[in-house]
C-alpha cells in the first residue's frame, strides 16, 4: 500500500522499482482524493517484497507512506 502525492509519474516509478527488483505486479488499484492532492496504490505482486525494495521506494520524492503486507507468511 503506497500513499503518495497525485502527479504523473509516481505509478511507473513504483512499477520500476518492483521490475528492477524482478518483482511481477498481479493487481494495482490506485485511488486519490483530487487531482494533484494524495493518491493511494494497492499494489498486489507474486512475490515476496524485500526490505529493501520498501526501503527504497520509502525514500522517494513525493512518496508519502509505504505499508508492506506478507500475507502469504507463515504458509
Not at 516509478?13 to 488499484?29: D, F, G, P, R, W
Amino acid at each position: 500500500i503506497i500513499r503518495n502525492v497525485d502527479e504523473p509519474g509516481r505509478i511507473m516509478e513504483v512499477a520500476a522499482a518492483l521490475s528492477k527488483a524482478e518483482i511481477n505486479v498481479a493487481t494495482m488499484q490506485v485511488f486519490r482524493d483530487k487531482r494533484g492532492g494524495t493518491a493511494v496504490m494497492v499494489v498486489e505482486t507474486d512475490q515476496f517484497i524485500p526490505e529493501n525494495v520498501v526501503n527504497e521506494l520509502k525514500k522517494k520524492e513525493d512518496i508519502l507512506e509505504v505499508i508492506s503486507l506478507n500475507l502469504e507468511e507463515g504458509r
